[in-house]
C-alpha cells in the first residue's frame, strides 16, 4: 500500500515536472509569437508614415506649383500694364524666367518624390517578405509544438511504465529475500 502511494506520489511529481517544461515551452513560441506580431506591427506604422510624408510632399508639390503659376500670373499683369509689346525684351526675359521656374521646381520635386517612391516599394517588399516568414515561423512553431505535446505524453507514459517496472522489480525482490 505504502507502495503504490509513493509510486503514485513519483508519477504525479514527474507529470507535473514534464507539464512545466511543455508549459514554458508554451510561453516562449507564445513570447515568439508577440515578438512577431509587433514587429509587424512597427513595420505597417513604417509604412504609413512613409504614405503621410509622400502625401505631405505632393500637397507642397501642389502648392509650389500653384504658387509659381500665381507669380506668373501676376508678373505677366504687371509688364502688361508697363507695355504691351508681345516681342519686346520683357516678353523674352518673362519666358525664360518661366523656363528657369519650371526647371528649378521639377529638379527639387522629383527627386523628392522618386526617394519616397523607392521607398514605399521597398517597404511594401520589406513587410510581405516579413509576414511570409512570421507566417511560415507560426506554422513551423505550431508542428513543433504538436510535436513536444506527443514527447511529453510519451515521456510521462514511459516513466510510469518505468516506475511500475521498479515496483513489480521490488515486490519481486522483497519476495525473495523475505
Do not use: C
Not at 509587424?40 to 500653384?66: D, G, H, P, Y
Not at 525664360?96 to 527639387?108: D, F, G, H, P
Amino acid at each position: 500500500m505504502v507502495a503504490r502511494k509513493a509510486e503514485k506520489d513519483s508519477n504525479q511529481a514527474l507529470d507535473a515536472l514534464w507539464d512545466a517544461w511543455y508549459s514554458n515551452v508554451k510561453a516562449l513560441y507564445s513570447l515568439q509569437d508577440e515578438y512577431a506580431d509587433h514587429s509587424l506591427e512597427v513595420l505597417k506604422r513604417q509604412k504609413e508614415w512613409l504614405e503621410k510624408t509622400k502625401e505631405n510632399i505632393e500637397k507642397l508639390e501642389n502648392e509650389m506649383s500653384s504658387l509659381s503659376n500665381e507669380w506668373k500670373k501676376n508678373l505677366k499683369s504687371s509688364v502688361e500694364h508697363i507695355g504691351n509689346q508681345e516681342n519686346s525684351p520683357i516678353s523674352e526675359w518673362l519666358s525664360k524666367l518661366e523656363e528657369v521656374n519650371q526647371q528649378l521646381l521639377s529638379s527639387a520635386q522629383s527627386p523628392m518624390k522618386n526617394m519616397f517612391e523607392v521607398l514605399l516599394k521597398s517597404q511594401n517588399q520589406v513587410e510581405s517578405a516579413y509576414e511570409e516568414f512570421v507566417k511560415q515561423q507560426k506554422k513551423n512553431r505550431e508542428e513543433m509544438l504538436k510535436a513536444v505535446e506527443g514527447l511529453t505524453e510519451q515521456q510521462k507514459k514511459q516513466q510510469k511504465a518505468f516506475l511500475a517496472s521498479l515496483d513489480t522489480y521490488q515486490s519481486f525482490t522483497a519476495k525473495i529475500f523475505n
